[in-house]
């Protein structure tokens, strides 16, 4: 495995689709949640602050169009990028009328060099027609959904406040397959009271799922959120460097090599972050878990097993 990938990285994939380096660009596009404006809850997950992992953009006035152009001239500079997709990533991006989703996608697309859509959200927020507008998209465009799981533990789930169970993520899996809609599953590592097997067992049931792609994401504690409280009392600790890495590599061990790996650790706000501290270092944790794969002779799927997962 000296000389080849050893996990299958976004950047590749996106580069082998396009023959061009792609960059995706954030966009803020002032959506809520049901797990905000009261329809499952008030709190929203028990991680996340009221900006909902937004830029702000939204509040400032930038229009979807503005914050594509933004994007584009910065990331055209900083990576050379020729194409670009669509990031609609703050809140939940399919909860909204129909109508307003068709008009914030549309006006994405209609920028130039934009080649795709990713559209974060919860599967509790998909029904089939916001499917059958995907599914439209996806016939001339990239089209992925995210969608958060977070884990495949229904305990932890309620725990954290997340408003659905793991049955619900496999529905919202299942009525999205065979249309041509790229599927990404969000898993965050090192949640209260989570051990390595549950965070493996999670591994485990997304290795079946025949899904697309996967985000990897560090637990951290940002201000103004119910975690920090946990956090400050005492009741919660966060994961060290090292031992998020060989989670990472664990994880990965146990998931197919078809699966595009899009995130392998998260990006925190720096004002708003409260710990770990570690979770800045972005480019030395991206190095460790690479170190970590060559250290073990190891790589994406190593132990997976296509017919215990019933392939």
Known sequence: MAAQKR?????????????????KITIDAGLTCPNRDGATSRGGCIYCNIRGSGTGAHANGL???????????????????????????????????????????????????IVGLSIGTRPDCVDDPVLDLLQDYARHYLVWIEYGLQSARD??????????????????????????????????????????????????????????????????????T???????????????????????CDFLERIPFEIVVQRLTGDPHRPELVAPAWSLEKTETLNSIRRTLEDRDSWQGKYFEPLAAGR
């Not at 009741?235 to 060989?246: A, R, T």
């Open 226 to 248: 119910r975690l920090e409280t946990l956090y400050q009392r005492g009741e919660f600790k966060c994961l060290e460097q090292q031992e998020y890495v060989d989670l990472v």
């Open 63 to 113: 229009s979807v169009t503005q914050q594509l152009g933004n994007g584009k001239k910065s990331l055209s500079k900083r990576y050379k990028a020729k194409k670009f997709i669509a990031y609609f990533q703050s809140f939940s991006n399919t909860y909204a009328p129909l109508h307003q989703l068709k008009n914030l996608y549309e006006e994405a697309l209609a920028v130039d060099d």
């Open 7 to 23: 996990y299958n990285d976004l950047n590749s994939y996106l580069r082998n689709l396009f023959g061009c380096r792609v960059q």
């Open 155 to 224: 305990a932890t789930l309620a725990f954290i406040n997340r408003g659905h169970d793991v049955q619900c993520f496999l529905d919202a899996v299942e009525k999205t397959k065979n249309r041509g809609v790229k599927i990404c599953a969000h898993v965050i590592l090192g949640l209260p009271h989570e051990t390595r097997q549950d965070m493996l067992h999670t591994a485990d049931t997304i290795a079946k799922l025949g899904l697309d792609g996967v985000k990897l994401h560090l637990l951290y504690v940002i201000k103004g």
